[in-house]
Every structure is written in structure tokens, then in C-alpha cells.
């Protein structure tokens, strides 16, 4: 090799054994740019002529991950115009690693840390693949996570090794990340390695055992495990994978999935070359689309951001939390103390008596298990976590501790009240922090001595499954809490969004212009039906009106009293939203407040289970052949969120772009092909101009509430984006 731009280095030893070890000078980890095309194509070269002095191949990496998959940022770019090109690199890409494959010497992939998405299509593109299990490595292929495929081989060669309902279903739909010993058991990798020597060890031994080797497809009489369409068997039971993604989907539009269905259908009926090319045209429709790169931006550049901690205050030492007290072990307590727990983290579980203590307790030793029976974990471990919790009604017993994460029902002086009990007992500068989901940071705060020790930590139920913690800083909140709860929600592998303090913060209050915004076209008299299913196909993992009866509909009436008291007394005037009446009349005539009261929009069984519409909403609401457009539903749920997070920007509670999509992501429900609140504004058609018309003309529908704010007009007219410069 002697091009100066290599990023993979020939080191071929005395037996003929040729390592070809990945390691991009220019970078941190490898990925699939113009370098590694104008290399791979080099070695397929040299390889080729150099043949009969090679006895196998091994593919290893010198980073700590193996290989790390496209180079996203390019990505991003990619425009139509750029069509071409990407699929030309791909191939181009793809016919060097084929070159290598097809050599007639035995290709093995030692696999030394993360294989995500091109870093395992160089592994499938390998005869015989050897994982280090090192703690944290993933192995996978996660494309349909950020809107793509792995166009790599890597749904040809998936199709090819496990067929195509287990390619489909264990790798390729949902993107599944297996560690080494889960994708052992999962036929993605044939061996697993305890250290680097005994994984090289392994390839060495792979390649002396079979001097002349070929991929299973490559051998005369090869036939796709399990199948394919054009056997009569197979094809009987193929409508259900359309059905299957289509339920999974809501109908909401991922063109990821579809794809992916069809490159790997089409791909199993022709040769291997043939469906290769597939591939790359699926893969290149998805690439130049909108939502690839809305979902790129989301789930790799805004969650690194967030998680990286650029909104944490520089300059402060992280520390661990070691102790943590949570006062109240209901529903919300239980889970936080099950979080933390499982983070290692000792927690002093208080409740008003023993009983209820302990009975948040048992919510750990029920999930733990689940576990257990699942073999998620093994009885040690969880044997270990539980003994972490003790649940107690002393307060004595929260000595020592240098958090607190109270939960007590929402009620502020019930809140001052416990943290003036514990305040004096946990250690003298141990972090305040409060669980409140609408209470205003600022004035619980007036609770306490050491104000700029007292945050909100913002938890979603359930806890446990729930990715995100909104961090609420009050106005004379410390930098210094503000860091120290950034790091305890690392700590516990959740995800910190900050906001500064304000009514609903950001979260519960973007959620509840969704919620309005449905329940306000059902008051106007279109088929409920209707409503429920413009969410569903708008992305949103629940329906708008099964939504608001299980938070109930009794909560919304207390916020939004509490809030026009708060703006009434402020000198404002109150502007009753139209899903006000609606609400009102569910609930003082016809008694309905929703799942916990047994009667909501929808009917529930004695078991609580929710049965079908309640038919006295067309009776009552419904105008019969009272229609609007189906795509106007939906933009009145998705903008009526884009434009209070655009207001709530100019208001200065929310101060970072990257915070607000992974928000209303992970924390409410927007759906994620959007890339969040505001990047769905960013891709929308048109860009910002194209957007602000948009709500000009919902504005003028369907109310003044979709009036585009200042900011999102000055930024239109600039031509600018919505962007955190960092
Ligand atoms: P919950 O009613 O399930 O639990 C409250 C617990 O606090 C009960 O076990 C009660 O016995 C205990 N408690 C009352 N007084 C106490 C005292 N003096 N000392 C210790 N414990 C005491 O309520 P939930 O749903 O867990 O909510 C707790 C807090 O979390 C509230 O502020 C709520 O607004 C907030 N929150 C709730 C969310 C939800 O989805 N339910 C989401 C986010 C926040």
C-alpha cells in the first residue's frame, strides 16, 4: 500500500496470514468515507495479485470500536443531487469487500469492540466471524434507527445467512444492538473471545482448519434458509410481514421499514450481485429523504450533544451521587428508587409508614424478577440491587445521604414540610431535588435554607422504561446543583434535558397543546374515530383521546385553573382554548374522568381494560358529515407542539435546540421521524418559510393559537434554521 490516505494497514506475517488492521489516522473511530473507499478498493487490488502468497485474511481494527459505520455528517448532506454518488460510493464500497470475499481464502472478522451497522457488513462480509466480548461492545445493524438501511451487503448477506423472516425479524426492522454473547446466540457470530489474543488465536485457527473457504451462498446448490416468495409454502405466509409493519407502525410514515421489507423480498428472488443493487437503490431513496436526515440529527447528533453535556455548566467537577434519599414511595418514588438502585447507588426509600415503605420496595423486587425469569439478569445482581433499597418512615434513617429526590403527593406545602424534616439530617450540602411534574421550581424553593442547592428533576412514568429526566432550574438554582444533577441523571443512564422554570416547564406543557388540539376537534364535531387515527399515522405512539383519559380529565382542568389564576393575577387576560368546553361538559355532565374513574372518551371493563369509543361522543359532539382534511388534523397536533416549543425558546425557558428535539422525543411522544419539536420545522416542506405559511394558514382555519410567534417569522425571513451554535 503506499497511498498517503490509507485507513487500513497490510500486515501480512511468515505464514501468509494477512491482518488487515482498520485504523483511520484522521478520526477516532473508522467509518465508510472516501478514504476507507479509495483503501478497501487498494487491498481488494493487492490482494487479488498478490494471492497465491496469501493463506487467509483478518479483519481487526486498532480503535476500541471495530468499525463505526457510514460517515453520517456526509450524510446529512446529501441532497437528489447527490443520488448518484451515493450509490456509486456504496457500490463502489461493496465490490471491494465482495472482491476480498470471493478471494477463494478463508476471510475472518475479529471483532474487537462495537460492529454497528458497517462494521458488521464488513464482519458478514467475513466467512467466519470472532467477537471480543468486551463490556459495552454492540453488534448489529441499527440503520433503520436513523431512517436508512444498511446498504453495505448488509441485508443481501442477513437474507443469505438466517433467512428472510430472521433477518427481518431479529436484525434488520428493529435494529436490535446485541451484545457478543446475544449475537452469538443469535447466529450473527460464530465464536466469541474472552481476550484479543485468544479472539486472533481463533482467526488463526479458523483459517489453518479450511485453506480454501466460501461464503454459504457462494456454493453451488446454495438455497436461502427458510425459503423465499417463489416457493408456494413461503409465499402463503409473506402478506404478514406487510400487515405486521403496518400495525407496528400506526401507519406513520418511516419509509425505513418499507424499504428494508422490500429490499430484502425483492433481493432473496435474484442473484446475489443483482440484489446487492437492490439494496443500494433503497438505500439510496432513503439517504437523499428528508427523514433520514431529521432522524439522523435526532437520534446521533442531538442525543451525543445532550448526553455529552453540552448544556452542563463548565468548569465543576462531576461527582457521584453514593447515597440518595427518596421521600415518597408511590408510583413515581418506587420507580426512581428502582433507577438508582440499579445504577449502584444506595437509596433510603421514606414513606409515611413501614408498610408503604416497604410496599414501594416491592415494586423493585417485582421488576427485578421479571428480570431473573427473563434472564435479563442473573439472581445475584439482582439480589445485589435490591439489597441497595431500604425502605423505612425514619427520618433518622437518611443520614448520610448526599441526594434527595422527593416525590410526596403534588402538594406544596405537604413538599416544604417533608424537606424541613430532612433537610438538617442528610449531608450538609447534599443536592434538593423535587419530582414535581407542574409545581414551579422557584417557589418550592422558598422551602428550603439552601435555595441554590434545590432543582427539579422531572422524571416520566414509568420510570424505569422512561429514557428521559427534564432538569428544571429554579431562579436562584446554583450551577453547581445544575451539574450535579446533570451527573446524577448520567449516573443512572438516563437522559437530561434543561430547561429553566416555568409553568408545565417544556414538557408537560408542549404536551398539552397536543392534547387540546385533539380533544378541540372532536368539540367541533368530527368523527372521534378520525382524530384517534390522525395520530396514529402522524407518528405519535398514542392516540390523542386514549392519552387524555389515562392521565384523566380531571388533571388538566386543575393546571389549567391553577394557570389562569396565576395569568389573571398577573394583570393578563386568559384566552380559553375550545378544548376547554369540551372537557367541561365530559366531566360535570356526563361524569366521565377518564381511565382511573372507569369512563373517558373510551369505555373500560370492571378490569379496567379500555374497550371501544364511548358512542355518546357522536351523539352528543359529533356534527355527521362535518370533515376536514386528514392531513390538516394531523398539522394541527404537530404544529400546535412546534410552535409553543418556538414560544417557549423566545421565552427563554428553553435554551437549546438539541434539548428540545431529544425532549419531546423521548419524553411526550413526538414522533421520532420528525427529529424532534423543531428539526420537524427545519425539514418541514419549504424550510421555515414554508413552515410559517403553513400556520398562517392554519391560523386562519382554525384559531389565532397557530399565529406563527416572532422568532419563528424573524427566522424565516433570515433564512435561518433552528440550530444550537456550540
Ligand atoms: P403517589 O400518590 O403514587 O405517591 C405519593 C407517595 O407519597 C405516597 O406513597 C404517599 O404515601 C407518600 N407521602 C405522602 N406524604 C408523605 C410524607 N410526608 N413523607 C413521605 N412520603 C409521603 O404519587 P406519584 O404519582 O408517585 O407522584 C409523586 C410526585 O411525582 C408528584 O409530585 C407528581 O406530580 C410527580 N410526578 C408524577 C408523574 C406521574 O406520571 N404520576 C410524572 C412526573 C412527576
Redesign the pocket.
Given at each position: 500500500m503506499s497511498t498517503e490516505s490509507t485507513t487500513i494497514r497490510w500486515e501480512q506475517d511468515d505464514t501468509g496470514i494477512v491482518t488487515l488492521v482498520l485504523d483511520d489516522p484522521n478520526q477516532s473511530a473508522n467509518t465508510m468515507n472516501q478514504a476507507f473507499k479509495e483503501s478497501i478498493a487498494a487491498i481488494a487490488e493487492r490482494a487479488e495479485a498478490e494471492k497465491d502468497s496469501i493463506r487467509g485474511v483478518i479483519y481487526t481494527s486498532a480503535k476500541k470500536t471495530f468499525f463505526a459505520g457510514g460517515d453520517l455528517k456526509d450524510m446529512m448532506k446529501a441532497g437528489p443531487e447527490d443520488a448518484q454518488q451515493a450509490f456509486e460510493t456504496g457500490v463502489a464500497i461493496k465490490n471491494s469487500l465482495r472482491r476480498i470475499e470471493t478471494l477463494g481464502k478463508p476471510v475472518v472478522a475479529a471483532i474487537n469492540g462495537a460492529a454497528l451497522g458497517g462494521g458488521y457488513e464488513i464482519a458478514l462480509a467475513s466467512h467466519h466471524r470472532v467477537a471480543l466480548d468486551a463490556p459495552g461492545s454492540k453488534i448489529g445493524l441499527p440503520e433503520v434507527t436513523l431512517g436508512l438501511l444498511p446498504a453495505g451487503g448488509g441485508v443481501t448477506r442477513t437474507v443469505r445467512l438466517m433467512g428472510i423472516a430472521d433477518a427481518l425479524l431479529k436484525v434488520l426492522l428493529q435494529g436490535t444492538q446485541y451484545s457478543p454473547r446475544r449475537a452469538l446466540e443469535n447466529g450473527l457470530v460464530h465464536e466469541v473471545a474472552a481476550t484479543r489474543e485468544e479472539m486472533l488465536d481463533k482467526a488463526r485457527a479458523f483459517i489453518d482448519a479450511n485453506p480454501v473457504s466460501q461464503q454459504p451462498w457462494d456454493k453451488p446448490g446454495y438455497r436461502i434458509p427458510g425459503g423465499t416468495p417463489s416457493n408456494p409454502k413461503f409465499a402463503a405466509n409473506l402478506p404478514a410481514f406487510p400487515a405486521n409493519l403496518r400495525k407496528q407502525l400506526g401507519g406513520a410514515p418511516y419509509p425505513a421499514p418499507r424499504n428494508i421489507l422490500a429490499a430484502a423480498v425483492e433481493g432473496s428472488q435474484v442473484d446475489f450481485e443483482t440484489a446487492l443493487t437492490i439494496e443500494a437503490r433503497y438505500f439510496t431513496e432513503l439517504v437523499t429523504g428528508q427523514t433520514a436526515k431529521n432522524m439522523i440529527q435526532a437520534f446521533f447528533f442531538d442525543l451525543q450533544a445532550v448526553n455529552s453535556g453540552a448544556n452542563r455548566p463548565g468548569g465543576i467537577e462531576p461527582r457521584q451521587v453514593r447515597r440518595v434519599a427518596v421521600?415518597?414511595?408511590?408510583?413515581?418514588?418506587a420507580g426512581i428508587a428502582y433507577s438508582c438502585a440499579r445504577a449502584g447507588i444506595d437509596v433510603v426509600l421514606?414513606?409515611?409508614s413501614p408498610e408503604?415503605a416497604a410496599k414501594?420496595k416491592g415494586y423493585s423486587e417485582e421488576l427485578c424478577a421479571k428480570a431473573v425469569a427473563r434472564g435479563r439478569t442473573t439472581q445475584d445482581k439482582a439480589d445485589a440491587l435490591l439489597a441497595r433499597i431500604t425502605p423505612t418512615a425514619e427520618a433518622a434513617d437518611l443520614a448520610g445521604c448526599d441526594a434527595v429526590i422527593e416525590?410526596?403527593?403534588?402538594d406544596p406545602a405537604?413538599k416544604h414540610?417533608?424537606f424541613q424534616e430532612i433537610e438538617h439530617i442528610v449531608e450538609p450540602d447534599a443536592l434538593l431535588c423535587s419530582?414535581?411534574?407542574?409545581l414551579p421550581i422557584s417557589a418550592l424553593a422558598e422551602g428550603v435554607e439552601r435555595e441554590p442547592d434545590f432543582i427539579g428533576l422531572?422524571?416520566?412514568?414509568p420510570v424505569d422504561k422512561m429514557p428521559l429526566v427534564e432538569i428544571i432550574k429554579g431562579e436562584r438554582t446554583g450551577d453547581e446543583a445544575l451539574a450535579r444533577a446533570f451527573d446524577l441523571v448520567r449516573q443512572i443512564n438516563k437522559t437530561p434535558i434543561v430547561v429553566n422554570d416555568s409553568r408545565g416547564f417544556f414538557t408537560s406543557r408542549v404536551i398539552g397543546h397536543f392534547i387540546n388540539e385533539g380533544v378541540a376537534m372532536v368539540g367541533e364535531g368530527i368523527e372521534p374515530a378520525s382524530v384517534e387515527q390522525a395520530a396514529a399515522q402522524a407518528g405519535y405512539p398514542a392516540k390523542v383521546l386514549s392519552l387524555m383519559d389515562e392521565l384523566t380529565l380531571t388533571l388538566p382542568r386543575k393546571i389549567r385553573n391553577e394557570t389562569r389564576r396565576a395569568v389573571e393575577e398577573a394583570g393578563g387576560t386568559w384566552t380559553p382554548h375550545p378544548a376547554e368546553a369540551v372537557i367541561d361538559r365530559m366531566v360535570d355532565e356526563f361524569g366521565r374522568t377518564g381511565r382511573s374513574g372507569g369512563a373517558g372518551f373510551y369505555e373500560y371493563g370492571e378490569d379496567g381494560k379500555r374497550g371501544r369509543l364511548w358512542p355518546g361522543l357522536r351523539e352528543h359532539f359529533t356534527k355527521p358529515g362535518h370533515e376536514i382534511p386528514f392531513e390538516d388534523m394531523q398539522e394541527r397536533m404537530l404544529f400546535s407542539e412546534a410552535l409553543d416549543t418556538v414560544r417557549l425558546l423566545e421565552e427563554g425557558v428553553l435554551t437549546s435546540v438539541a434539548d428540545a428535539n431529544i425532549g419531546s422525543i423521548f419524553g411526550i411522544g413526538f414522533p421520532g421521524w420528525t427529529g424532534g419539536v423543531l428539526q420537524y420545522i427545519n425539514g418541514y416542506d419549504g424550510g421555515l418559510p414554508g413552515f410559517t405559511a403553513r400556520a398562517r394558514e392554519l391560523a386562519e382555519r382554525y384559531g389565532e393559537r397557530f399565529t406563527p410567534p416572532a422568532l419563528l417569522v424573524e427566522k424565516a425571513e433570515k433564512g435561518e434554521r433552528f440550530t444550537d451554535a456550540r
Open positions: 421521600l415518597g414511595a408511590g408510583m413515581m418514588g421514606k414513606d409515611v408503604a414501594g416525590a410526596v403527593f403534588e405537604l414540610k417533608v419530582n414535581t411534574s407542574t422531572h422524571f416520566f412514568s
